[in-house]
């Protein structure tokens, strides 16, 4: 016969560990809006320089891109520029399967992100790269640049002199016609892998929710529907 006993004790702990599971989830949600309320309540950053970039004109677009100044990246004076910097070329070498998995996911909310900030994908040189990866996979409505031979990515600190990138992104707003940052943030090592700007994808979160968990998966940037 079943036993039915050690199933109720199962059921109770799971119930007790789950309530204990509960408040750490609440602590952490509170914890979260706590930081989210310190980044709002920074002061001012620097004006910085009002870099030049190479802009894509239009999907298909890859051979060469346009000049465009970061001022003339808001659309409205009161509006916030968001760039993630995305790791391709340079020592680089081949486009970061991270920085991918990340831009697939904001090409499908692409739309919702325009009706609050202006959001563009910044790679370390010229923008063709970028722009061949996102003509295949369809990243039509994701703004990209390309940052040339200026310095801003080694500026910003989302690269070194060497060429050497990693995960990393930064945001804007004009202050007197003059673009000032009010955030950057890059990702971090924690033993054995990138943690830090996980924030940013919804697909750590859900395998966060599995028995296996994250472990140190990495993200392949042709991914398989099957194992």
């Known amino acids: ?34 930081v989210a ?25 890859v051979d060469h891109g346009e000049a465009i100044r970061l ?29 991918t998995m990340w831009a697939d996911g904001w ?6 992100l325009a009706e609050r900030v202006d959001f563009a994908l910044v790679s370390g040189g010229p923008v063709g790269e970028l722009a061949d990866l996102a003509d295949t996979r369809g990243w039509d409505d994701l703004p990209l640049l390309g940052a040339g031979d200026s310095t801003f990515k080694v500026d910003i600190g989302g690269e070194d002199e060497q060429g050497h990138q990693w995960p990393f992104i930064s945001v804007y707003r004009l202050d007197g016609g003059q ?23 919804p697909v750590w979160h859900l395998l966060d929710l599995t028995p296996e968990g994250r472990g140190d998966w990495i993200p392949s940037v042709s991914p398989s529907a099957t194992p």
């Open 37 to 61: 309320q310190l980044r709002r309540d920074l002061p001012p950053g620097p004006v910085v320089e009002d870099y030049v970039f190479e802009q894509v004109a239009g999907p298909g677009e």
């Open 71 to 99: 001022s003339e990246l808001f659309s409205a004076p009161d509006r916030t520029v968001v760039l993630y910097h995305f790791m391709i070329g340079k020592a680089q070498g081949d486009a970061c399967p991270m920085c």
């Open 107 to 112: 090409a499908g909310v692409a739309g919702h």
């Open 179 to 201: 673009p000032r940052l009010t955030y950057s943030g890059g990702a971090h090592i924690t033993g054995d892998h990138w943690r830090g700007v996980d924030l940013l994808s």
């Open 1 to 34: 016969m079943p036993d039915t006993d050690a199933d109720s004790q199962t059921d109770d702990e799971f119930v007790r560990s789950r309530e204990q599971l509960r408040a750490a989830e609440l602590d952490l949600m509170l914890q979260r809006e706590r």
